[in-house]
């Protein structure tokens, strides 16, 4: 027979298509930190355009943006043309851009960059994720609804060693996934016989119904006149789920289907892409703020790699390394934040040579913000924060 810890270790990897019971812990802290991941390899000269640097238009001669044609940031950088919620946001100083965000020896691979990324330990690993592990150190005691991830499936981020993560995907229609060997035993209602391993299966499955009842009502009663634009990633969600009150400090979406590997025919599809993000996440903000919750929400935007600096003979771009990484909202102090890559000192293979870890940006989300002191525990190691929130 398996034992309780085994099942545990079992669990803790599936994820509960519905939220943990409705249990109003008081909680660790009243600020709310949203992570964005942009999947598929976001191509960064494209988004945050170097129009004042002669080389990035004899690297790309098709597929760069002329200046005229991008969103003003700068004399030296303007944004893609379909970044109008970003510049919203830049404009009102409620977003920093923090560029040339990588590792050293990344990987090309989808799979394997993003395994790095989720678990903030390249080419290394972790069995837990770095959205999990800041969980477990804020604290080790189980809270319901602690930690929430807003997809089909559990992304390895939130992978919590103390922290069941909640996973839910359509708020109408949810279902309790498990092991065949284990559903039965989930669904029974167990008399208290004593048994430890029973009562800790039957528990996840309450919690399971009553949180599903707990996330139906707050999207039932969610209403909203602003607009997230084409593709909310998710975020309408989200933003029911803060403004219901659920005690949730960290919440997790995915643009799906890695949907920015932008081989071929890029410009078109690449500024459409940026532009459902970026009118998502300026959305979201101004439907928070407009809820009163402005003040004590910050949202973190990446990739898993950038894009090869010359563009291919596709007129798209193959994978490469480093990229920008954002973070907006109102506790945000707007600005560029890290050394632009220089694009005459390319790598062998014609990459951007990565001048910000990207561990820092998380380091700077978890001290300046959601857990200060608790960086260096999350990432098993000392990366400096950027100075990115107002004190």
């Not at 191509?43 to 238009?57: A, F, K, M, S």
């Not at 592990?133 to 005691?141: F, S, Y």
């Not at 890029?266 to 919750?293: E, K, T």
Request: proline residues 6%.
């Amino acid at each position: 027979m398996p034992t309780r810890r085994s099942l545990i270790q079992t669990f803790s990897a599936l994820p509960l298509t519905g939220l943990a019971s409705l249990t109003h812990a008081q909680a660790i802290t009243d600020r709310v930190l949203v992570i964005v991941e942009l999947s598929g390899g976001n191509d960064g000269l494209n988004t945050i355009v170097p129009h004042g640097d002669d080389t990035y238009y004899s690297l790309r001669p098709n597929i760069a943006i002329h200046r005229k044609d991008t969103l003003p940031i700068d004399d030296h950088f303007g944004f893609n043309p379909g970044m109008l919620g970003f510049k919203r946001l830049w404009e009102t100083g409620d977003l920093a851009i923090v560029h040339g965000c990588g590792y050293a020896q990344p990987s090309y691979s989808h799979f394997t960059s993003m395994a790095y990324w989720h678990t903030a330990a390249p080419n290394t690993g972790n069995e837990y994720g770095w959205v999990g592990r800041l969980a477990d150190a804020m604290t080790t005691e189980q809270h319901p609804n602690f930690l929430i991830n807003v997809g089909a499936r559990q992304s390895l981020a939130v992978k919590s060693k103390y922290h069941q993560p909640i996973v839910f995907d359509d708020p109408n229609r949810f279902e309790r996934r498990a092991l065949a060997a284990a559903r039965d035993t989930m669904a029974y209602q167990h008399p208290k016989t004593g048994n430890s391993t029973q009562q800790f299966l039957h528990n996840v499955a309450q919690s399971a119904k009553d949180g599903s009842k707990l996330i139906q009502e707050a999207w039932s009663r969610y209403e909203s006149n602003v607009d997230y634009g084409i593709a909310p990633i998710d975020l309408p969600k989200v933003a029911a789920c803060i403004d219901a009150g659920l005690p949730t400090p960290l919440y997790y979406v995915t643009f799906r289907n890695n949907a920015f590997d932008t081989h071929v025919e890029q410009p078109n599809l690449h500024r459409r892409l940026l532009s459902y993000a970026c009118d998502a996440i300026h959305g979201f903000l101004r439907d928070i703020d407009a809820m009163g919750h402005g003040d004590r929400v910050a949202v973190l935007a990446f990739s898993e790699f950038g894009r090869r600096a010359p563009e291919n003979s596709n007129l798209g771009t193959d994978h490469g390394a480093a990229g920008p990484m954002f973070l907006a909202g109102k506790p945000i102090v707007g600005g560029h934040y890290g050394m632009p890559p220089a694009l005459t000192n390319l790598t062998e293979d014609d990459n951007l040579k990565h001048t910000t870890d990207f561990r820092n940006v998380y380091a700077t989300a978890i001290d300046e913000w959601i857990a200060p002191g608790k960086a260096a525990q999350v990432l098993n190691g000392n990366y400096p924060s950027l100075g990115i929130f107002s004190a």
